[in-house]
């Protein structure tokens, strides 16, 4: 994979999607924090339903503060490890008031430091609320990273590094949301849609000739 390639396929990820964002639901850089926070092992689907009715009672800090861990799970019991999100998401808030007056930092350093968030979370709140041009590598970034060669690595954190070397900056704010996008619904795991790729004659995916 060489640069030309991957201007290339920025190029028509841009002309596929020209404004891509995420798919959560949020209207602040809170939610979309408590949002991200749920969507661990999750789908926004699942995380997307749970928050419009938690978001309507609770949506600041002191709100989910005051709601409590035990009335906090009843909102969000249908999301996986539900149990563990609400004791985080009640730390958090309590550290957002004590430390950075309710407000979201819009430092990585910050974010990290707050219960329930690592570094994919935090990339996340930072991209998309902030504008800052970092890449959150999940599953599907990380299988679209190796699979077309855009960049390959074996940890999450080598597909992250090896992508913010590589991806031209003109793309770099919405790089994320592009290859999340593309790995959800056209590069999927077990049978990839080859024949729907805007990008397939300049994916490195050895195999996609038999699906072709």
Same mark, same amino acid.
């Given at each position: %994979? ?61 709100? %989910? ?148």
């Amino acid at each position: %994979m060489n640069n030309a390639k991957r201007h290339e396929i920025f190029c028509r990820l841009r002309q596929h999607n020209p404004k891509p964002t995420t798919e959560l639901g949020y209207g602040s850089p809170f939610e979309l924090l408590i949002a991200v926070i749920l969507s661990a092992q999750s789908t926004d689907k699942a995380v997307n339903e749970a928050t419009a009715t938690l978001f309507r009672v609770a949506n600041t800090p002191q709100q %989910m503060l005051d709601l409590g861990p035990q009335r906090l799970r009843e909102y969000i019991k249908t999301i996986g490890l539900y149990n563990n999100k609400a004791d985080n998401i009640i730390r958090t808030c309590g550290q957002l008031l004590e430390r950075h007056a309710g407000e979201v930092p819009a430092s990585r350093a910050e974010l990290e430091a707050l219960p329930g968030v690592g570094r994919k979370t935090a990339n996340v709140v930072l991209n998309t609320a902030f504008g800052q041009p970092t890449i959150a590598v999940d599953t599907h970034i990380f299988r679209v990273g190796n699979r077309t060669g855009i960049a390959p690595g074996k940890t999450p954190l080598a597909v992250e590094q090896r992508l913010l070397k590589t991806v031209p900056d003109e793309f770099k704010q919405d790089a994320h949301h592009w290859l999340i996008l593309h790995g959800r619904y056209t590069c999927l795991a077990r049978n990839p849609k080859c024949t729907e790729c805007c990008i397939v004659d300049l994916c490195d995916y050895r195999s996609k000739r038999a699906l072709l």
